[in-house]
C-alpha cells in the first residue's frame, strides 16, 4: 500500500468486452441483479502484509479452494450502494462514506480487516469509470454496486483467517419490485427472528440474510413480498424487515423507526429518511414499536402510513400486513403521501435533480 490509505490499481481492461447493441439489449429490461457489467474490483489481503495487488479486472468466476475457510466458518461482510446517470450526462454516488464507514464496522464485528474508506471508494469510482455505459438511462435504473470481502484463507480451524479478498461488482437494475412502486404485503413472522442482542444484526454479513431466506420463503407461501421479523428477546417489538428498514407515519405528523440497539442494520437510506423527515417539520421518533400496537393503531386510523426503506428498493409503501391469526390494512392499502413525498425527494437528489445540502452525492464523472 503506498500513499496512506490509498491504493495503487492496475487497470486490465476485458479484452472481450460485451458489444454495445448487446449491452443495449440487456439494458432494455434489467430487472434487478440478473446481470453484471464487465469488470470487477479485487484487492488482496494478507496479515503481516496488509492490502496489496488491487486490480480492476475483467469479471470472471474466483478460483477457490475448497478449504477456503468462509466455505466453513462463513467471514463474510458486504455492502450495496448505486450509482446514477443524471441529465446532464454525469454519473453520482449516493453517499459512498457512509457505505465504507459501515464496511469497516461490518468487519470489526466479524473479525475482519478493515479496508481503508479512501480505498472502498476509489475502489467504486474505478469500477464505473471503466463500467460507465453500463448504467442504464431510464428513469428509475441505476448502477448497482455490490463491494464485498471474504476469508480466503485456506485453513480449517475455528480463528479469523489470515488471508481475505475484497471485490466490488456491478449490476444495471431497475426497480427492485416487479411491477415498480406500489404497496407491498408483508408477514410477520411468528416463528423465527432475524438477530439478538449481541449478535450480528448490526453487521451487513450474509449470515444475516442466509437466516432469514426460511422465514422469506414462508412470507412468499402466504401471498407476501416480504417478511417483518420481531425482536428475538420478548417476540413483541418490531425489529426490521428481511432486507429493509421500517417507518410508521401517524396522524399527527410523527414518523417513528425502531432504535438501533444492536439488533437492527443501520440502514443510510435510514439515516438519510430520518433527516429529510425531519426538515420536513415532522416529528421523528427513533423508539420501540410492537406489534400489538401497530395492529391496534392501524385499526383506529392513528398509523396512516407505514413504509419500508433501503438501498436496493430506496422507499417503498406497505400495504398490507398478514400474520397467523389474520391481515389487516394500512391506509386503505394505498400509498402514503409522506412515504411518496420522502420517496421521491431522496431519488430527486440521488439524481441531482434536487440541491443537496448535505453534501450526500459524490459526483464520479
Request: with cysteine.
Amino acid at each position: 500500500m503506498s500513499g496512506g490509505d490509498k491504493l495503487d490499481f492496475e487497470i486490465r481492461p476485458n479484452p472481450a468486452p460485451v458489444s454495445a447493441a448487446d449491452r443495449a439489449a440487456l439494458l432494455a429490461n434489467p430487472g434487478f441483479g440478473r446481470i453484471f457489467t464487465d469488470h470487477m474490483v479485487t484487492i488482496r489481503y494478507a496479515d503481516g502484509k496488509g492490502w496489496y495487488d488491487a486490480r480492476v479486472e475483467a469479471r470472471a468466476p474466483i478460483p477457490m479452494d475448497p478449504a477456503a475457510a468462509v466455505l466453513h466458518y462463513a467471514q463474510e461482510i458486504f455492502e450495496g450502494l448505486k450509482a446514477y446517470r443524471t441529465a446532464d450526462g454525469g454519473v453520482t454516488m449516493f453517499r459512498p462514506e457512509a457505505n465504507a464507514a459501515r464496511f469497516a464496522a461490518s468487519a470489526q464485528r466479524m473479525a475482519m480487516p478493515a479496508l481503508p474508506p479512501e480505498a472502498f471508494v476509489d475502489s467504486l469510482h474505478r469500477l464505473i469509470e471503466i463500467d460507465r455505459e453500463w448504467i442504464p438511462t431510464d428513469p428509475d435504473g441505476s448502477l448497482y454496486l455490490r463491494p464485498f470481502m471474504f476469508a480466503s484463507e485456506v485453513f480449517l480451524g475455528v480463528r479469523p483467517a489470515n488471508e481475505y479478498l475484497y471485490v466490488a461488482i456491478a449490476s444495471p437494475v431497475g426497480s427492485y419490485f416487479s411491477g415498480g412502486v406500489k404497496p407491498v404485503s408483508v408477514w410477520v413472522s411468528p416463528d423465527y427472528t432475524r438477530a439478538a442482542p449481541g449478535g450480528t444484526g448490526a453487521a451487513k454479513c450474509g449470515g444475516n440474510y442466509a437466516a432469514s431466506l426460511v422465514a422469506q420463503a414462508e412470507a412468499i407461501e402466504h401471498g407476501c413480498d416480504q417478511v417483518v421479523f420481531l425482536d428475538a428477546v420478548e417476540r413483541r417489538f418490531v425489529d426490521e424487515l428481511g432486507g429493509m428498514n421500517v417507518f410508521f407515519v401517524y396522524d399527527d405528523g410523527t414518523v417513528v423507526t425502531p432504535p438501533l440497539t444492536g439488533t437492527i442494520l443501520p440502514g443510510i437510506t435510514r439515516e438519510s429518511v430520518l433527516m429529510l423527515a425531519a426538515e420536513a417539520g415532522k416529528r421523528v421518533e427513533e423508539r420501540p414499536v410492537s406489534f400489538a400496537d401497530w395492529q391496534e393503531d392501524a385499526a383506529s386510523g392513528r398509523l396512516r402510513e407505514v413504509f419500508a426503506c433501503g438501498t436496493a428498493a430506496v422507499i417503498t409503501p406497505i400495504g398490507q400486513v398478514k400474520f397467523p391469526d389474520g391481515e389487516f390494512l394500512i391506509g386503505g392499502g394505498e400509498p402514503g403521501r409522506l412515504t411518496m413525498a420522502l420517496r421521491q425527494q431522496l431519488a430527486d437528489i440521488q439524481r441531482g435533480n434536487a440541491p443537496d445540502p448535505h453534501g450526500w452525492v459524490t459526483r464520479v464523472l
